[in-house]
């Protein structure tokens, strides 16, 4: 079975500092993604992740995947406020019927950011 | 272009009861999936189906079931209602690439 682990699970941070979220999944996978959820809202797709060593960046967030370790990270630089919310991280799994790619998701992290 | 749309927003219905949730695909996507997010909680996939056939589900029982149109909208349709379904539900609609599309949900509360 298919488990994806987040950590931490709930942030409090101050802006204009750096943090790092972590992933880690239990299975071999060929897609990592990470998605933002605000309250109430649906999933906003921010990245996906194909490959070993994949580093991907929009803004202040950064995400990168290491296939072998089955680790992910987001890191955020010089938060704002404007980036709290909920951040999730998935993998694509394999289910019983065999074809389909839905997703794992990780219990998500809980971001905060105090002027 | 449509993104992916959803019906309805809102939903409330009572114990042993039966609900149908809607869900219209992004434009040229011919597969959709459903997931089930608690309070609190991650999603968690349901099923997908891909050209008019549930092609992988997860660990939900028979009482989750599926359609999907020619047209790749879908239905999820839940039967005998327990207080535990209380969730926001939502659809994700992919062509066979990378990336899926979700739409804005439906809050059931089962009351």
């Known amino acids: 079975e298919l488990k994806v682990e987040q950590n931490p699970l709930f942030l409090s941070m101050q802006e204009g500092k750096n943090y790092t979220i972590y992933c880690n999944y239990s299975?071999?996978?060929?897609?990592l993604y990470w998605y933002r959820q605000d309250p109430g809202k649906s999933l906003e797709s921010l990245f996906v992740?194909?490959?070993?060593?994949a580093v991907k960046q929009e803004g202040r967030l950064m995400a990168s995947l290491d296939t072998k370790a089955r680790l992910s990270t987001l890191h955020i630089t010089a938060a704002v406020h404007d980036l709290s919310a909920t951040y999730f991280c998935?993998?694509?799994?394999?289910?019983?019927?065999?074809?389909?790619?839905?997703?794992?998701f990780g219990k998500g992290t809980h971001l905060i950011i105090q002027p | 272009e449509t993104g992916v749309t959803q019906s309805p927003t809102h939903l409330i219905k009572t114990r042993g009861q039966q609900v149908t949730l809607r869900c219209s695909s992004q434009?040229?996507?011919?597969?959709v999936s459903w997931y089930q997010q608690a309070l609190g909680q991650g999603p968690q996939f349901i099923f997908q189906?891909?050209?008019?056939?549930?092609?992988g589900r997860g660990n939900f029982p028979p009482r989750f079931s599926g359609l999907q149109f020619p047209n790749y909208s879908s239905e999820l349709n839940v039967n005998a209602l327990e207080l535990d379904d209380s969730a926001l539900y939502l659809c994700?609609?992919?062509?066979?690439?990378?990336?899926?599309?979700f739409g804005p949900g439906t809050r059931l509360t089962v009351l």
């Open positions: 992740l194909l490959s070993n060593g």
């Open positions: 299975t071999t996978s060929d897609r």
């Open positions: 434009s040229g996507h011919n597969t």
């Open positions: 189906y891909y050209r008019e056939e549930e092609n």
């Open positions: 998935a993998v694509s799994g394999v289910y019983s019927g065999g074809g389909a790619d839905g997703l794992t």
């Open positions: 994700a609609s992919s062509s066979g690439e990378i990336e899926q599309f």
